[in-house]
């Protein structure tokens, strides 16, 4: 039967004398809450169907149905957090939605197995969440406890308790696009009910626990692919909202600009920290926690169009490591440009070097740059630097610019002057991973790659942070999601770049190790960059700003850390390896080697080491005697020889790794 919704009260057939039951008998079910709708929704025309069985245990059953819209109905006043909802926005009925799980602990008993508190707690979420909820079932339970499951227009909220356990769990599931995430402050504040103390001892009360909220967040179905790539809450930042481990998600701020969403969250993470032991360190002076308050801090991460961006715990792991490899790679960089960093912590790297005098910092979203002054304010202080000033984008050699980098550099390559070139240039922009116009643009526009060239100095030096590091099992950059930068590095070695470096860091708080890469106008760099630990950290001494408080500038990078970077890894060799066809450089490590063509291979700029495990065999020691007498020997008959430079500081051959073409038409490779 089709028609308007009613209202139906069932009481159960069971003939138990619980208690319990006589206590629920003895409420009236005009008592229990009915759903409203909103002023101006209309009740629809639906079919209801309901069974019930009479079950040992379930002392009650009720079913309450939506009344008309009343616009005397004043539910809970909530400011709720996150999301923008856009009421005037018709939603595109298609099969996907979003699910919200809600687990909250030390809650009240007396709260937790009362069910007319319980349903008006749901019909209050579902009015406050502009929710249609067309009707509720519940049934409380004996000894205690309370299940309720809603019917929503949208779908559906339930939720089940343990009184005894004060605990209760919430399910809330809607169809369509409108935001979901503010409902759960609602469920919180609704459901959250602390424990009473009412006749405790002050002793006994101190060991009351505030309520404690677990939750996830999931997309759900087969939204069309614009809204999949639309919805910020598909990237990265749904990964975590999804993650169970993430016992603490606090949103700090979520910021619509003209350009992107900004969202700011607190994170605890049980496997690293707990909540219990922040809460300690701010409550309880004479503890072991309030005496190191910095290791019980939640990590805070910023994510821009729901990728993540940095967070604090690796802030200087991944900043230090962007900037500073490069920098030393320069023998006195004075002019820095940096291509995005709004959070302007790659900008405080850069100012830790005393020698340099102006950088350039081409942001296009200022709002990046005001909302993490304001809730990352460590990434740009700078007032423990000498002679800075305390935000960094105040220093006197910090010139900020909101624009389209792009286009910046484009229109003031072309003007030729000297004075404006760079010894530096930094790209802490979006991941090449990223499928997006302007990743594309960043990392496949070969007049912008052109223009990055010309604005370096003769002996300037390009560094780009590379995303996510290739793991052994990993095809070609070329046939993965990585293709944009197997297209940026071919066109760097175009573009005529005499040295590139790839290295891998660890650490940089992305889940995976993270690819940096500096390439060089000049292939002078790489003897900076292979310097040996002491004479990177005699370097590191005299370079960096001292500091009002006497600590070191640098928090994570330092000689030894630089020595790992001097090497790619295995996985990297591999990666590039698997092209098709193979790189000459990647044959030059097998056992099948022709000396006539490799007599006239002439290896490109790149920063793949063959590993030592696939040199150490003597017949490839063999043969590479065999090539250098080849090469004496036709060197007046080929056109165009590669040229041959021994260094007496090399090791022999096979012991040490062997670079793949570090110069351009330099085989650099074996002790003289």
Not at 168 to 190: N, V
Not at 520 to 527: F, N, T
Not at 600 to 614: C, K, T, V
Request: glycine share 6%.
């Amino acid at each position: 039967m089709t028609a308007p919704a009613t209202t139906s009260t069932l009481t159960s057939a069971s003939t138990l004398q619980h208690p319990k039951e006589q206590k629920r008998q003895n409420v009236e079910m005009s008592n229990l809450p009915f759903p409203i709708l909103k002023s101006g929704k209309e009740k629809p025309m639906t079919s209801f169907i309901s069974k019930n069985f009479a079950i040992e245990g379930v002392v009650s059953h009720t079913t309450m149905h939506a009344q008309q819209a009343r616009d005397d109905y004043t539910p809970i006043k909530n400011e709720n957090k996150g999301g923008v909802n856009d009421d005037d926005k018709e939603e595109e009925h298609v099969p996907a939605g979003q699910h919200l799980l809600v687990d909250i602990k030390n809650v009240d008993a007396e709260f937790l197995d009362c069910e007319n508190c319980l349903a008006q707690a749901m019909v209050d979420v579902a009015y406050d969440s502009d929710l249609t909820l067309l009707s509720y079932h519940c049934h409380s339970l004996q000894p205690m406890g309370v299940s309720c499951v809603g019917v929503l227009l949208e779908s559906h909220i339930s939720l089940h308790t343990w009184p005894s356990e004060g605990v209760i769990t919430l399910d809330l599931f809607t169809c369509g696009e409108k935001p979901l995430l503010p409902s759960r402050y609602t469920i919180e504040k609704l459901f959250g009910i602390p424990q009473q103390t009412t006749g405790m001892s002050e002793e006994d009360a101190k060991y009351i626990e505030e309520p404690v909220s677990l939750w996830m967040y999931k997309s759900r179905g087969f939204p069309s692919d614009e809204v999949e790539e639309e919805n910020p809450l598909n990237k990265d930042i749904g990964e975590y909202l999804m993650n169970k481990f993430i016992e603490y998600k606090e949103e700090v701020a979520s910021v619509e600009t003209d350009f992107q969403r900004i969202d700011v969250y607190d994170l605890i993470d049980v496997r690293f920290n707990n909540l219990k032991s922040f809460r300690t360190s701010l409550s309880q002076a004479d503890s072991y926690e309030a005496a190191n308050p910095q290791s019980y801090l939640p990590d805070r991460v910023l994510f821009l169009d729901g990728i993540m961006q940095s967070t604090r715990i690796a802030d200087e792991a991944y900043h230090e490591t962007l900037v500073h490899p490069g920098m030393f790679a320069h023998k006195d960089p004075k002019r820095v440009a940096i291509i995005g960093g709004g959070e302007c912590a790659t900008l405080r790297e850069v100012l830790k070097h005393r020698t340099v005098e102006h950088v350039k910092m081409i942001e296009i979203d200022g709002g990046v740059v005001e909302v993490s002054k304001e809730f990352l304010p460590s990434w740009s202080d700078c007032s423990d630097l000498r002679g800075s000033t305390p935000s960094c984008t105040d220093d006197p050699r910090a010139d900020i610019r909101y624009e389209d980098a792009i286009a910046w550099f484009e229109a003031n390559s072309s003007k030729g002057e000297k004075s404006d070139l760079f010894d530096v240039i930094i790209s802490d922009a979006l991941d090449p991973q990223e499928d997006v116009p302007f990743a594309n643009g960043l990392y496949n526009d070969s007049t912008y790659s052109k223009s990055l060239f010309d604005s370096l100095a003769d002996d300037g030096v390009l560094i780009f942070q590379l995303g996510r590091s290739p793991v052994f099992v990993d095809p070609a950059d070329e046939m993965s999601k990585s293709r944009t930068r197997a297209l940026l590095l071919n066109s760097m070695i175009e573009l005529g770049y005499q040295a590139m470096h790839i290295y891998v860091e660890g650490h940089a708080g992305f889940g995976s190790p993270w690819a940096f890469l500096i390439a060089c106008k000049k292939s002078d760099c790489s003897h900076q960059w292979n310097a040996n630990q002491a004479q990177i950290e005699k370097e590191i001494h005299r370079r960096m700003l001292r500091t009002y408080s006497g600590t070191k500038p640098l928090k994570y990078f330092d000689g030894a850390i630089m020595m790992g970077y001097q090497k790619p890894t295995r996985a990297w060799e591999q990666t590039i390896c698997r092209r098709s066809p193979a790189p000459d450089d990647c044959i030059l490590a097998t056992k099948k080697i022709r000396i006539p063509e490799l007599a006239n291979a002439q290896l490109p700029p790149s920063s793949l080491n063959i590993a030592e495990s696939l040199v150490t065999n003597v017949e490839f020691v063999s043969s590479v005697a065999a090539l250098v007498n080849y090469t004496v020997e036709m060197g007046s008959q080929v056109e165009n020889p590669p040229k041959l430079n021994f260094s007496s500081a090399l090791k022999p051959v096979a012991h040490r790794n062997i670079p793949y073409g570090v110069h351009t038409s330099n085989l650099k490779f074996l002790k003289k």
